[in-house]
Structures are given as C-alpha cells and as structure tokens.
C-alpha cells in the first residue's frame, strides 16, 4: 500500500545540509514527512518541481516592518508580503516601532496584529534599554521573542545604550543571544560636523569605521566579562571582520546584500537611497566583507529592511532618514552573487536557514528533515529577470537594487506546507505564526 501525503514536491533538486540532489519531498499536516523517492506515493497536491532547486525556507533574521507607529511606510502585512514574494518563510522584527517594543505589553500587541495576517512566520525582538534591564530574563523567554536587541549607536527610533555600564547591565542578565547594532555614539556625536548639507557621500566619513570598530571592541570585551553571546548585527568593515575573526567564541556575524553588493561608489547614481547605518563604505571593505564570508567569519545574511517613503528620502542630506528596502531582494540579489561565483548554494542555505536556526535555538526550521516545519524556498538558478520599482510590494515603493539584472530568481514560498507564493502570485491569504523556540518559548 502506497504511502499518502498532502503535498508532494516533486522532481525537484534538494540543497540540504547533507548535499544536493535529487529526491521528492512528502509532507503531513504541516512538517515534512518523507524525504526521497515518493514514485509510488499518493497525495492531496503533488507540485511539479522539475528544474527547480528546493531550498529550506529561507529566514531573514533582520527586518524593520514599522507597525504600530509608522505604517506609512511598512506594516506587517505589506512587510510580509514582500518577505513571501522574495522567498522568505519567516522574519524576525525589530523593537523600534512606535511604542518601542520594550515589554511584554507590547511585545503581545505585535503577535496579536501578525497572527493570521502576516504572510510568513515570525517573531519580534525586544528592546534592552536602562529601564527594563530588571525584566530582561523574562522578557526575552517570551514566546515569540527572538531575544534582546540594543542599539549602541543611535538609528531610526530613541533606542538606545551607548555606556559601558548599560550594556554590561543587560549582557548580565541575558541567557540567549543578544543583537547589536554596534557604533559609537559617543563617536558619532563628536564627528557630526563632518556631515555635509546636501551629500550623503559624507554618510561613512560621519559614521566611519573607527565608529563601528571601537563600539564593537567594547562590545566583545563587555561580552567577555558578562559570559554573554552576542551577534553583531550588519558588519560593514573590514577591520570589525580582522577582529571578529578572533572573538567567534562570543560573538557571532551578520552581513547585508547591501554591504556585499554596493560601496561608496554608488552615493554618485543613488544617493540617500544608498543611505543606511552603519553606512554602505568604500570598495575595500566590500572586499573584505566577502572574505569573511568565503572564511565562515560572517554567520548569516541578514536583509536590514528599513524602508521608508521616496519622499522621506528625498530630502537633502542629513535630513534624510537612513535605511533602504531589502526583505523581497535578499534571495534573487545573494542568488545572483551564487551564479557569479562569490559562495556557493550550498553557503547561501547555511547563512538563511541552517545558521539562523543554530544561533538562535529556532526549532523545526532551517533545514529539510522529518518532523521539521515544511518551509521550501524554490528557486529558479537559471531565471534571468531584472529588479524593479514596480516588482516592489512595500509600501514604500522601491527598492535601491531599482533596474539590476540578476540570474536567480525565486518561485515558489512553502510555508508549514502551504504555497503561499507561487510564479510571483501570492495565493494563500496570511497565514502566518509565531516561530517557536528551543525550549518551547
């Protein structure tokens, strides 16, 4: 008697942990559950994925959906919808909304409004400030929460904890791993001067590398003294990669397409659109940054979708907010770097999928096994399409990658067995849940 599933995948080539090839992919109720020659088997929907390569589901452990607050801009909903049509699975949230996500309070307004609605799954980061260091060992077991974020360095929202003492503080209550982003106000502050009206190529000297480099020195040495994890969020230097390379005990890294794609070059073509913190920088950086890469410094790819209006970013330099598009982008762009030769498929899924789910205790998802989540990004490796404006599903309505070419190109988004997205068409409504974590948080 053959064995009957609710969805087939079929015909595809796997990339998972132990390889790539061919086999089939069977799933019931949700998770995955039989992994290679289904010829015989039986099933609800079967999925043709002839010449497709089927990916775990990719997860983007950095996005900026401004909900409550600014949903000018972003909301959940429209986030989510660009999360899915880029081949997204799920997201974690950052705490820089309106009200800030700082407590528990807040922290169950956010998965009230994404329950359901969202496209893809997620979860929600907590802000560490001066004044809930005391509920951080509860807050950051909450379910839904993807653990504890601070801002060193000022950035869009008041989040902030530029002192020694404060991050000592929050690092000693902490048991998961905290995010970072790390640059030194204090630093910040003296250098403004630098900033010149109307040339947002004086972003990085304003914000340079001395900037990320001294804040994430202390960062590591406060780690240290607390017997803390850390992940420092959007390295976007090469002497952060020289040091880190050596600190990988306590500190793990992230690095945007953004920083692996543009460098201060591009202020020239894209001004405040290329506007973000820490800053896009000069060549030699870039370089460096692939380095780390190729030498498993950096640990996963994370989007940094930070959007905001055309007109928000029209403004003239300094007046103009930071950050850019990026959650819809992240596969096709990465996909693209595959096909040119600077990591392999293989290193790709390991920094969307797998590595998240290591760093941050996900349970039953970033990899294809049974009994796992049955998340799939499929992809076209071949599939020549260029980027756009109009391709665009945030409310924001554009992207900085606006008329690049790429080979990759996702097609298919399996959520817990669900096609959500299929040929660029969205065709279940949201659906999305709470990721769970190790532990049952």
Not at 84 to 101: D, K, S, Y
Not at 137 to 143: A, T, V
Not at 277 to 294: D, F, Q, T
Request: aromatic content about 6%; hydrophobic content about 40%; charged content about 25%.
């Amino acid at each position: 008697m053959s064995e009957t599933f609710d969805l087939i995948l079929k015909g595809g080539v796997l990339v998972n942990q132990d390889g790539i090839g061919p086999r089939d992919i069977g799933v019931r109720g949700g998770r995955i559950a039989a992994i290679g020659d289904l010829s015989r088997a039986s099933a609800g929907e079967t999925l043709d994925a002839k010449g497709l390569h089927i990916l775990p589901g990719v997860i983007d452990t950095q996005v900026h959906f401004r909900e409550p607050g600014a949903t000018h801009k972003e909301d959940l909903e429209t986030g989510s919808r660009g999360a899915v049509l880029g081949g997204v699975t799920a997201v974690f949230e950052m705490p820089n909304t309106n009200p800030l996500t700082t407590g528990a309070a807040e922290l169950a307004d956010k998965l009230r409004r994404a329950h359901h609605r969202m496209h893809c799954d997620f979860a929600f980061w907590v802000g560490g400030t001066h004044e809930n260091v005391n509920d951080i060992p509860e807050l950051e077991r909450l379910p839904g929460a993807a653990g504890i974020k601070v801002f060193m360095g000022s950035s869009t929202g008041s989040l902030l904890v530029a002192d020694d003492q404060g991050v000592a503080a929050i690092l000693g209550q902490t048991r998961r791993r905290a995010a970072f982003h790390s640059e030194d106000e204090y630093r910040l502050e003296e250098r403004k001067p630098l900033r010149v009206a109307g040339d947002a190529a004086s972003h990085p000297v304003w914000r340079d590398e001395e900037a990320a480099l001294r804040s994430t020195r202390r960062l590591v040495r406060i780690a240290r003294e607390q017997h803390a994890a850390i992940h420092v969020l959007h390295v976007s230097t090469a002497e952060e990669i020289d040091f880190l390379a050596e600190h990988k005990d306590v500190a793990s890294v992230e690095v945007t397409p953004q920083h692996l794609s543009f460098s201060a070059d591009d202020y020239a073509r894209l001004g405040t659109r290329l506007q973000m913190n820490p800053p896009i920088r000069a060549p030699r950086h870039r370089e460096r940054l692939w380095w780390g890469l190729s030498q498993g410094i950096a640990d996963i790819l994370g989007s940094d979708h930070a959007p905001h209006t055309l007109e928000e970013k029209a403004k003239p330099y300094p007046q103009s907010p930071s950050g850019m598009t990026g959650v819809q982008t992240l596969v096709p762009v990465m996909l693209d770097h595959v096909n040119a030769g600077r990591l392999s498929l293989e290193r790709f899924v390991d920094m969307t999928s797998a590595g998240p789910a290591r760093l941050f205790g996900i349970a039953g998802k970033g990899r294809v096994a049974v009994g796992y989540d049955a998340d799939f990004t499929l992809v076209d490796l071949k599939r020549r399409e260029t980027i756009s404006d109009a391709w665009s599903a945030s409310r924001s309505g554009w992207t900085p990658y606006d008329g690049v070419s790429v080979v990759g190109w996702p097609v298919g988004t399996i959520i817990r067995g669900r096609r959500v997205m299929w040929q660029g068409e969205i065709v279940t409504p949201g659906q999305g849940e709470a990721v769970r974590f190790v532990g049952g948080l």
